[in-house]
């Protein structure tokens, strides 16, 4: 950890300044030949040159083995029937997929487009999938469609969720109320994704952060303007190494905006992992 510190931080915020003027696709990040890129996908389209991320073979079985763990911390087994929105056009989305097939769960799998709400809200009418899948944005959308368009109370559909995973986001205490009172009466887990560092994290059923997979990843709080490392139980900037990916891998890439302390006690749920607490 003491050699680490020796790194200098990757602001996110500076890297997405950077790739328009050093004019390289995957941002100075990829490590490997492009014959061993397995996967890539864009980020950021913001900047004029979209910045890449790639993954090798293994690094994206390795990813779907994370994503097995996270799904299973959040009760979904064996023939379970898990709704997925997704969008078709991002390939890393497919890895949820690859994932949860390898639990031996079923996925209704259904496009995440507001136009799609309708659709999705007299599938689930019919089939009843117990985990719910999927940014907020369509969640929202569902819940409009009920009120709008169908004429129903959006709870008499989405009370067949006991689980409920948002993607995209952190959920915020705020938010889990809103969707609650609109008729998402499930058990709200709260999951980080970040496609540029590869990360993914969850909390368990005792709902106190979020499990750092370390064998995955060295999670830090830092300050981003001075690089000092925040102690156990400070706030700090959520900063992310990527341990094992080989294709686009990150040395300390901060989310200056995204505030955490780092919490190093047991979990009550017996897990040994320190865990990722968001302060705002
Ligand atoms: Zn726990």
Redesign the pocket.
């Known amino acids: 950890m003491e050699d680490l510190n020796k790194i200098p931080l990757t602001i996110f915020k500076e890297m997405k300044k950077e790739i328009d003027k050093i004019n390289d696709l995957f941002c100075g990040n990829l490590t490997v030949d492009w014959e061993h890129v397995y996967r890539f996908a864009p980020d950021f389209f913001e900047a004029k040159v979209p910045n890449f991320i790639a993954y090798t073979e293994n690094d994206w079985n390795l990813l779907s083995n994370l994503l097995t763990r996270i799904w299973y911390m959040a009760g979904i087994h064996t023939g379970d029937l898990v709704h997925v929105l997704t969008s078709e056009i991002d390939i890393r989305q497919r890895i949820f997929f690859q994932s949860l097939s390898q639990i031996g769960a079923i996925t209704l799998n259904c496009m995440r487009q507001a136009m799609d709400a309708k659709r999705i809200m007299i599938t689930i009418k019919h089939l009843k999938p117990p985990f719910f899948i999927g940014p907020p944005a369509m969640a929202r959308a569902m819940i409009n469609v009920c009120n709008f368009e169908l004429n129903v109370d959006p709870a008499e559909y989405l009370k067949c969720y006991k689980t409920v995973i948002f993607t995209e986001k952190t959920l915020k205490e705020e938010h889990k109320e809103f969707f609650k009172e609109k008729g998402f009466l499930g058990e709200f887990f709260q999951f980080r994704h970040n496609d540029i560092a590869s990360f993914f994290a969850i909390d368990?059923e005792?709902h106190?952060g979020l499990?750092i997979p370390e064998d995955f990843y060295i999670v830090e709080a830092v300050n981003p303007k001075t690089g000092e490392v925040m102690n156990e139980g400070e706030e700090g900037s959520l900063s992310i190494t990527n341990l094992l990916f080989r294709a686009t891998p990150q040395l300390r890439f901060t989310l200056s905006k995204e505030k955490i302390k780092i919490l190093k006690d047991p979990?009550?749920?017996g897990?040994t992992t320190a865990r990722i607490v968001y302060t705002k």
């Open positions: 368990c005792q106190q499990h979990c009550p749920c897990r």
